[in-house]
């Protein structure tokens, strides 16, 4: 399956993936075009080191957000694209861009949806004085953090801690779990029913709530 990853920073979960398909994680996925919004973006560089083609689309240069996401899906359908992943890409798709890819628009999110969505997730989770954070892939649609979600990682906030210790802990789940839902979604083992998603041969570890694989 051909994947499209949306960025607009640094590119750490796009990383994850590149690293994932080099070392032969991803099964059938693999990565053939990253598109950004912002210029200069980290998530170009990493793409264009891994030999990655790229596009940029500035959605300031879009009067409207419909006609940014056509822009988008013109580049993303010019290069075979099957599924699209989302990694800290900063815009709200809409119905246009959605409606395109039924089911085949996923993100990852720094907390353990539905709680705290939206941005600085991880600070959110810490200032609000949960023992639990985590993340979450999930499939979008046109809310902010609100898709079904397809599975979850969980990480304990830990006496000592602070908001970037946090983040730096959920950071390492997000490239965990990522590249592994990706790989189950290439492969035909996901389904969704309603809010319910369904991912067959994911075992879970119940000592400690982690995936022990997807």
């Known amino acids: 399956m051909k994947v499209g990853v949306l960025a607009s920073g640094s590119g750490t979960n796009l990383q994850a993936l590149i690293d994932a398909a080099a070392r032969g994680e991803m099964g ?8 950004a919004n912002v210029p200069g973006c980290g998530a170009l560089e990493r793409a264009a080191q891994a030999g990655i083609p790229t ?45 395109a890819f039924p089911h085949r628009v ?21 200032d609000g004085g949960v023992r639990f954070s985590g993340c979450t892939v999930h499939f979008v649609d046109a809310g902010a953090d609100t898709g079904p979600i397809i599975a979850q990682a969980v990480v304990p906030v830990l ?14 789940e997000e490239h965990r779990l990522y ?21 067959r041969g994911a075992p879970v570890d119940l000592a400690d709530g982690r995936l022990k694989s997807l």
Do not use: C, W, Y
Request: net charge positive; hydrophobic share 50%.
């Open 28 to 35: 059938r996925a693999r990565v053939v075009v990253v598109g």
């Open 55 to 99: 596009f940029l689309r500035s959605h300031k240069d879009f009067a409207q957000r419909e006609d940014f996401d056509h822009a988008l899906l013109d580049e993303l359908r010019r290069h075979g694209v099957g599924l699209v992943a989302l990694a800290g890409f900063m815009r709200i798709l809409t119905p246009t861009f959605l409606d």
């Open 106 to 126: 996923v993100n990852i999110h720094p907390a353990l949806l539905p709680s705290f969505p939206g941005v600085h997730a991880q600070k959110q989770a810490f």
């Open 159 to 172: 006496d000592g801690d602070d908001a970037e210790a946090l983040r730096l802990r959920i950071l390492a």
């Open 179 to 199: 590249p592994a839902v990706i790989r189950a979604i290439a492969e035909g083992r996901v389904s969704v029913d309603g809010r319910r998603v369904h991912v």
